[in-house]
């Protein structure tokens, strides 16, 4: 890597939100020589958690095969998306790579972005209202209050 060369961790999840991000930095932040990491945080405790819900004690045993079947749907499903990322890599010409770690997203990215030696964090929001943030939390909130470094928060242009 060149002496001058930033790291930069960008965020990444299926939203249409973190695509934006990724696009507003490549455009409007992104210099020669950065390197790139891309953050996926798999949620395979969301499958888990919506199954068991449905489930009794009497039929535990009986859908494990079925759980298991999701969990596995899900794992392919995040690497045709990190292969994505990848993708959108190298059709940027960006050095750099994608990382998936399991765990709460915020706490991964503040994590990673320190594990990488990153000078700057750059994220989507959703746009949660200060009630719903309140009750179910924000990623990017967690990382803006939990951040040792530089955080962009990019959020959708409104139409």
Known sequence: MAKNARTIVIAMDKSENSMYAFEYFQQHVQQPGDNVVLVHCPDYQ?????????????????ELGAVAEQLEEA?????????????????????????????????????????????????????????RRTLVGSVSDYILHHSNIPVLVCRLPVT
Do not use: C, H, W
């Open 75 to 131: 794992r392919k499903n995040d690497k045709i998306f990190l292969d994505g990322l990848e993708e959108k890599l190298a059709a940027g010409d960006m050095k750099g790579k994608v990382l998936s770690i399991a765990g709460q997203p915020g706490e991964v990215i503040v994590k990673a972005a320190e594990d990488e030696g990153a000078g700057l964090i750059v994220t989507g929001s959703r746009g949660l209202s200060v009630i």
């Open 46 to 62: 969301g499958v888990t958690q919506s199954l068991f819900r449905q489930m009794t004690a009497t039929f535990v045993y009986s």
